[in-house]
C-alpha cells in the first residue's frame, strides 16, 4: 500500500520538473529611498581621525610648560634686580650681577619667543580646526537624514539616559579615596595623591636619547639652589659619562644648557662612569650604578672625584635584576638610587632575598657606605620604578600605555607594607625609566622616552 502511494509520488515529480515553463512572472522593485552616500561617509571618517591627531594633550602640554617656566624665571628676574640694587658697590660685584641679569634676560627673551611662536602656531591649529569641525558638523547632520528609522536618535537618547542614571548614582555613592599608607614623622603631612603631569618638554635633544633622569639637587651648593641637572645615556641607551646642568627650569625647556656637562671621564664606558638610567644628585654629588659592578658610585661635581660603595656579595646587577612589566624589561635598572627629606637611598635585589626589593640609607661622608637596611617581600621584577618620599619607599606598576599606578609601599619607621596604594599616574609616554622625588617642592620628576615630565606630589 505505501509503496503504490511513493511511486506515483515520484513519478509526478519527475514530470514536473522536466516540463517546461510556459508563464514567466517578473517583479520590479522601485526603492523610494535615497542611496546612502558611502563616500561621504568615509571622507567624514578621515576627517575626524585627521582632527584626533592633531590636537593631542602633548601640545596643550607643551605651552603649559613654558608659562610654568616663564612665571618661575620671572620671580627669581626680579630678586636678582633687588640684591643688585641694594648691594651695588659701582665696582667689580655690580658687573658681574649685570652679567648675571643679563644672561637671565636671554633667557627670558628666549622663553618668550618659543612661547609666542607656539601660541601662533596652535591658534592656527585651533581656527583651522574649528572650521574642520563646523564642516563635520554639517555633513554629519546631513547623513543623519538617511536614518528614517531613527536609530542614531534612539542610541543619543540612550547615551544621555545613562549618563543622568550614572551622574545620579555618583550623587549618593560618592568615590572613596584611594587607601593611603601608614606614614611615619613627615613635614608635609600624608601622602595623599599626584597630579599633572606640569612639565613636560623634549629638552635639547628631541626624540635622541630613549634613557635617561633629571631632576634637582634635595641638598644643593651655594648659587646653585634653582639649577636642574640631566643624564643621558648616549651609549647604546646603557651608559653614560657626563651630567648636564641648567641654571633654571625655564634654561632646561628651552634647551639653553648652562653651565653645561660636568665629565666623569674622557671614555664612555669606562670605569666608574654610568651604567643605567637610575641616578640622583645629592649635596653636588652623582649618584649612580657604576659600570659593570654591583657598587654605587659618588661623583663630585666639584673635585670631579670619584667614591665608590660596596653593595652586599649577591646583590644583582648588569641587567639580571630590572624593572619589568609583562611586556618588557628595562634594562640596566638593577639599581635604584633616591632622594627624600633625609637623603639617598638605593633600591637593589639580591639572590639571597629571592628577587625581592631591598632597600638600604646611605651614610654621608668621606666615604660613603651603607647605613640601615630592610627587607620587602615585593618581587622587583613585578615593578616599573621606585621612589622614595618622607622614609617611604613606593613602587610603581605598569597598567597600560596611558597609565602607572603606585600601588605598594613599605614605611620605614614602622616596617608596614602595603599593596593597595591606588594611586595613578597618567603618562605621556608609555614608559617611565627613572623616578625621582625632589623634597626641594614636592614634585616627581620622571624620564620618559626621551621626554622630562614632572608631576606634583600631595600631602594631606
Known amino acids: 500500500m505505501k509503496l503504490c502511494v511513493i511511486i506515483p509520488l515520484c513519478a509526478l515529480?519527475?514530470?514536473?520538473?522536466?516540463?517546461?515553463?510556459?508563464?514567466?512572472?517578473?517583479?520590479?522593485?522601485?526603492?523610494?529611498?535615497?542611496?546612502?552616500?558611502?563616500?561621504?561617509?568615509?571622507?567624514?571618517?578621515?576627517?575626524?581621525s585627521k582632527c584626533n591627531s592633531n590636537i593631542t594633550p602633548k601640545k596643550t602640554l607643551e605651552l603649559e610648560s613654558l608659562m610654568l617656566g616663564l612665571e618661575r624665571r620671572l620671580p627669581q628676574m626680579e630678586k636678582d634686580l633687588s640684591v643688585l640694587e641694594r648691594e651695588d658697590d659701582g665696582e667689580l660685584y655690580g658687573v658681574l650681577s649685570l652679567l648675571v641679569i643679563e644672561n637671565e634676560l636671554t633667557e627670558i627673551k628666549q622663553l618668550m619667543d618659543k612661547l609666542n611662536m607656539t601660541s601662533r602656531r596652535h591658534q592656527h591649529l585651533t581656527t583651522d580646526t574649528t572650521e574642520q569641525l563646523e564642516d563635520l558638523r554639517v555633513k554629519m547632520a546631513e547623513l543623519q537624514e538617511y536614518d528614517t528609522l531613527q536609530v542614531v536618535k534612539r542610541q543619543q537618547a540612550n547615551?544621555?539616559?545613562?549618563?543622568?542614571?550614572?551622574?545620579?548614582?555618583?550623587?549618593?555613592?560618592?568615590?572613596?579615596?584611594?587607601?593611603?599608607?601608614?606614614?611615619?614623622?613627615?613635614?608635609?603631612?600624608?601622602?595623599?595623591?599626584?597630579?599633572?603631569?606640569?612639565?613636560?618638554?623634549?629638552?635639547?635633544?628631541?626624540?635622541s636619547y630613549k634613557y635617561g633622569a633629571?631632576?634637582?639637587?634635595?641638598?644643593?651648593?651655594?648659587?646653585?639652589?634653582?639649577?636642574?641637572?640631566?643624564?643621558?645615556?648616549?651609549?647604546?641607551?646603557?651608559?653614560?659619562?657626563?651630567?648636564?646642568?641648567?641654571?633654571?627650569?625655564?634654561?632646561?625647556?628651552?634647551?639653553?644648557?648652562?653651565?653645561g656637562n660636568v665629565q666623569i671621564h674622557s671614555s664612555n664606558p669606562t670605569t666608574n662612569t654610568v651604567q643605567g638610567p637610575n641616578v640622583v644628585l645629592y649635596g653636588d654629588a652623582l649618584y649612580?650604578?657604576?659600570?659593570?659592578?654591583?657598587?654605587?658610585?659618588?661623583?663630585?661635581?666639584?673635585?670631579?672625584?670619584?667614591?665608590?660603595?660596596?653593595?652586599p656579595k649577591g646583590t644583582r646587577f648588569n641587567s639580571k635584576g630590572n624593572f619589568c612589566h609583562l611586556d618588557e624589561c628595562y634594562l640596566y635598572t638593577d639599581l635604584d638610587l633616591a632622594t627624600d627629606e633625609s637623603g639617598v637611598w638605593v633600591i637593589y635585589t639580591t639572590s639571597q632575598d629571592f628577587g625581592n626589593l631591598v632597600l638600604s640609607k646611605v651614610e654621608e661622608g668621606e666615604q660613603p657606605k651603607l647605613n640601615q637596611t630592610w627587607h620587602t617581600s615585593v618581587y622587583k621584577q613585578?615593578?616599573?620604578?621606585?621612589?622614595?618620599?618622607?622614609?617611604?619607599?613606593?613602587?610603581?606598576?605598569?597598567?597600560?600605555?596611558?597609565?602607572?599606578?603606585?600601588?605598594?609601599?613599605?614605611?620605614?619607621?614602622?616596617?608596614?607594607?602595603?599593596?593597595?596604594?591606588?594611586?595613578?599616574?597618567?603618562?605621556?609616554?608609555?614608559?617611565?625609566?627613572?623616578?625621582?622625588?625632589?623634597?626641594?617642592?614636592?614634585?616627581?620628576?620622571?624620564?620618559?622616552?626621551?621626554?622630562?615630565?614632572?608631576?606634583?606630589?600631595?600631602?594631606?
Open 13 to 48: 515529480i519527475t514530470l514536473t520538473q522536466q516540463a517546461p515553463t510556459q508563464d514567466q512572472c517578473l517583479c520590479d522593485l522601485t526603492n523610494s529611498e535615497k542611496a546612502f552616500p558611502h563616500d561621504k561617509l568615509s571622507t567624514v571618517e578621515d576627517n575626524a
Open 159 to 207: 547615551q544621555r539616559l545613562k549618563r543622568d542614571l550614572d551622574q545620579c548614582k555618583n550623587e549618593h555613592h560618592p568615590t572613596p579615596h584611594p587607601t593611603q599608607p601608614p606614614q611615619g614623622i613627615c613635614p608635609h603631612g600624608k601622602f595623599v595623591n599626584i597630579t599633572g603631569p606640569g612639565v613636560y618638554t623634549a629638552g635639547e635633544y628631541p626624540g
Open 214 to 259: 633629571w631632576g634637582r639637587d634635595p641638598k644643593p651648593a651655594v648659587g646653585k639652589e634653582n639649577w636642574y641637572w640631566l643624564v643621558m645615556l648616549t651609549s647604546s641607551n646603557r651608559y653614560s659619562n657626563y651630567v648636564r646642568l641648567y641654571s633654571s627650569l625655564s634654561s632646561l625647556i628651552v634647551g639653553v644648557s648652562v653651565p
Open 288 to 311: 649612580y650604578n657604576c659600570y659593570n659592578k654591583y657598587d654605587v658610585c659618588r661623583f663630585n661635581l666639584s673635585t670631579k672625584t670619584v667614591t665608590t660603595m660596596q653593595l
Open 382 to 460: 613585578a615593578v616599573t620604578n621606585t621612589f622614595m618620599a618622607c622614609g617611604v619607599l613606593y613602587a610603581t606598576r605598569y597598567v597600560n600605555k596611558e597609565v602607572e599606578e603606585i600601588f605598594y609601599s613599605f614605611d620605614t619607621s614602622t616596617g608596614v607594607e602595603k599593596f593597595d596604594i591606588g594611586i595613578f599616574i597618567r603618562k605621556m609616554s608609555p614608559n617611565i625609566y627613572s623616578l625621582n622625588y625632589s623634597p626641594v617642592d614636592q614634585m616627581l620628576h620622571a624620564y620618559c622616552d626621551s621626554f622630562m615630565v614632572s608631576y606634583e606630589v600631595l600631602f594631606e
